[in-house]
């Protein structure tokens, strides 16, 4: 049956891969419907919030640290897979088990430092009465640790499944992988505020915190090896300095609160925003990234045409997974009784904010994945991670922006 000139533009514009919209789209909505988890959250700890100022700060970076370790964990596991170098095994020496250890490594030593700074961003900033350093550690460790458990199983899980599967590790990792984070990350957080209830507690958790985030980095290093130091001496200050951006994200989030919390239903939103904006972001920065290594696509400074089907895809998936967003937020609302500006206003922030949080993905994507391997660093290293806390401080922005527009 010859094509019409509809459906010619449509495989045109899906390229040579019209599997991976199937596969990406289908991930995508599984994570949405997993990241109502964290938007039932959000929408109901409003007087938690209100409570312990400053955590709001802490949240979204807690979550992209989970997204962006295991991101590029996950990124790693793809192109390992791709190279025909994956196989699942209890081998500390294997590529499995050189992951599982960064990937351990990292969430302790982030969970910390991202504490810490979170502690000094709210002071600076002018949070009121934010908690104290001691309950901003307790928080962010406890909560990070119950997470990264969870989110690392479900890592090597998927790639085990993709293998078996006969997926391309590369569609739907990010989505499903950034809805992990956020599914346990936030519940975890919240678990983890009723541990600083305990004065002396608290107190015993951050100082025992500290000593091993300092002690599981130096063994590491000291001890470990070549492809454990090589994976930390290129993520380690990425991951840092992404959630450092992602702590402004908070900042921004945190500096809404008052209207967030008049309408509880944009916060059930944020989740779910934020989890498709990085999914898309690293849905494209990790099939980027393997073109790059398998030599598909060249280090330009413009896209070449293997790499415009991948940006041209992450648009086509954008518009129906951001008002799919927009309904998981008003689902969320609606079972748990949230205010809400309103249907149309919900599916207007979510959109409008999602596309232009889209368009900063494809160029942090894109050009963080092109300069770090022009630079000689592993781009599954660097791009994912780069791509996933900035598209948290930027997406947020995108986010507040829209509220602004469409709700203020």
């Known amino acids: 049956m010859p094509a019409t000139p509809f459906t010619a533009r449509w495989r ?8 991976a919209a199937r596969q990406g789209f289908v991930a ?16 109901g700890i409003n007087e938690t919030l209100e409570r312990l100022p400053g955590l709001l700060v802490l949240i979204p970076a807690a979550i992209a640290v989970r997204g962006t370790i295991f991101g590029a964990m ?3 596991l793809g192109t390992a897979i791709h190279t025909g170098t994956y196989r699942l095994t209890t081998r500390v020496d294997s590529v499995l088990g050189q992951n599982v250890l960064a990937a351990g490594v990292l ?14 961003v709210s002071s600076a900033f002018g949070v009121p009465n934010p908690i104290s350093v001691a309950e901003f550690i307790t928080i962010s460790i406890v909560g990070g640790l119950l997470s990264s458990v969870v989110v690392l199983v479900m890592t090597v899980a998927l790639a085990e499944t993709s293998v078996r599967a006969g997926w391309d590790f590369d569609n739907v990792m990010a989505p499903l992988v950034t809805a992990a984070g956020d599914m346990v990350t936030l519940p975890a957080l919240f678990l983890a505020t009723f541990v600083v209830a305990n004065v002396a507690v608290t107190q015993v958790v951050a100082v025992v915190a500290v000593v091993a985030a300092v002690v599981v980095v130096v063994a590491a290093f000291r001890w470990g090896r070549r492809q454990l130091r090589g994976i930390l001496r290129e993520a380690l200050v990425v991951v840092v300095l992404g959630g450092v951006l992602s702590l402004l ?3 921004a989030l945190e500096g809404q609160l008052a209207e967030l919390v008049t309408y509880p239903a944009l916060l059930s939103l944020v989740p779910p925003f934020l989890a498709s904006a990085g999914a898309i972001g690293g849905m494209l920065s990790s099939r980027l990234t393997t073109k790059l290594h398998l030599g598909v696509i060249s280090p330009s400074s413009l896209p070449g045409a293997g790499a415009r089907s991948d940006i041209a895809l992450a648009y086509l998936l954008a518009v129906p997974v951001f008002a799919l967003a927009s309904v998981v937020a008003d689902l969320a609302a609606v079972v748990i009784n949230l205010p809400s500006p309103g249907a149309l206003a919900m599916l207007a922030v979510s959109v409008t904010g999602g596309l232009l949080a889209t368009t900063l993905a494809v160029g942090a994507g894109y050009w963080g994945a092109v300069a770090s391997y022009r630079l000689g660093l592993d781009p599954d290293n660097i791009a994912v991670p780069f791509v996933t806390s900035t598209i948290d401080l930027l997406g947020s922005l995108s986010f507040i922006l829209a509220v602004v527009v469409f709700v203020s």
């Open 249 to 251: 994200a908070g900042l």
């Open 12 to 19: 045109g514009l899906l390229g040579s891969d019209p599997a």
């Open 74 to 76: 996950g990124s790693r």
């Open 107 to 120: 969430s302790v030593f982030t969970s910390v430092v991202l504490a810490v700074l979170a502690s000094v």
């Open 28 to 43: 995508l909505v599984v994570g949405l419907a997993a990241s109502l988890v964290a938007g039932f959250t959000l929408g």
